[in-house]
């Protein structure tokens, strides 16, 4: 079985490199996705975060330095989410690449709302890379 599938992208006119160390980082999660940014903290060697659903721990299965910022989210009842996300070469610049999945029980309007989320998230991040690195005028 499969579940429906859509891929939201956001061409980012920073190179794989730099959006991989800057996205692919748990530490900067609070700074651009929103779903995942309250309360962000490390334990044991593992990421945690507080989120709508309780206490999640957030893995990146990467490896991030090649743009593979794939991440689980193990949620409070131990059930684990997969994301895929990749940062891919657009000419000099990126293509940040977002699968959501419609899970079992999700209503159209949810997976809606959760791809409205993905896009403003991937908008927060083309500005969180511009702060940081401005692009060369």
């Not at 996205?23 to 651009?32: F, T």
């Not at 309007?109 to 809606?112: A, D, K, R």
């Given at each position: 079985m499969t579940w429906p599938a859509v891929h939201i992208s956001r061409s980012l006119v920073h190179d794989v490199t730099t959006v991989s160390r800057v996205?692919?980082?748990?530490?900067?999660?609070?700074?651009?996705a929103?779903?995942?940014s309250t309360g962000m903290r490390q334990e044991g060697g593992r990421w945690i975060t507080d989120s709508p659903l309780g206490v999640v721990e957030v893995t990146f299965t990467g490896p991030v330095e090649l743009g593979i910022l794939d991440h689980d989210v193990t949620l409070p009842d131990g059930s684990v989410v997969r994301n895929p996300f990749r940062i891919v070469a657009n000419d000099q610049g990126s293509e940040a690449v977002f699968t959501l999945f419609r899970r079992d029980g999700m209503s159209e309007?949810?997976?809606?709302a959760d791809a409205d989320a993905v896009r403003r998230d991937l908008d927060q991040l083309a500005v969180l890379l511009a702060e940081r690195f401005p692009p060369a005028r």
């Open positions: 996205a692919g980082d748990p530490a900067n999660l609070p700074e651009w929103a779903g995942l309007e949810e997976f809606q």
